[in-house]
């Protein structure tokens, strides 16, 4: 990954980022097309009941297009949810810096990748960032010109599997249903895994609570030594 420095001060000067959308896969050291096997939304909007459907792979207001790609991916290997503010946007315009929040990621096994809506239960979380020293993760990713690293577990069975990475903006989070919540699946196929690790799951909606702790927050208050709880179950390790 290129070093953060040189691009922060691009994305503060020139344009204005407003939301984002997780465009892209890098898997397996290839990157594909914006939109190859990932259900991408016309509107970069975020949802923000979270207990709607559409809390698991986004949806109306942001109406998504579905995929017929599915991606392979290597169980233990790292890949990459690509963000960008809009589907035409670069790595120096990933979402507004002023946007800060955690970052999560969550998979579910499915017979068919291409159709299975998402929404209900089976989910687990394999990757997540808090605020570490004053930093949200969010903006680590930024930072990383939109890369959010995500280690596939080796353990877990071969097979189809959605991929739902999310970003979450708590600018305006003091209020209920104010925190923004951005997400997108991508359809993978996994090989390599062991099958050994049996993740307990959890159902979209209902993984968050609207009065979460790490959702209903005022992040103005916050110190650079301030705890934050990530909302959501534990990470799933092998
Ligand atoms: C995956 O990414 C993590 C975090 O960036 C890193 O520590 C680890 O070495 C990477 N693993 C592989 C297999 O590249
Ligand atoms: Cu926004």
Redesign the pocket.
Known sequence: MKPSVLLAGVASASVASGHTIFSQLTADGKTYAVSYGIRTPSYDGPQTDVNAKNMACNGAPNPTTPSDKIIPVTA???VSAVWRHTLQSGPNDVMDPGHKGPVMAYLKKVTDAKTDSGVGDGWFKIQEGGYTNGKWATNVVIDNQGNQ?I?IPKCIANGQYLLRAEMVALHGARSTNGAQLYMECAQIEVTGGTGTGKPKTSSIPGVYKTNDPGLLIDIYSMKTTSAYVIPGPPVFTC
Do not use: C, D, E
Request: charged share 0%; no cysteine.
């Open positions: 233990g290997s790292n690293v280690t």
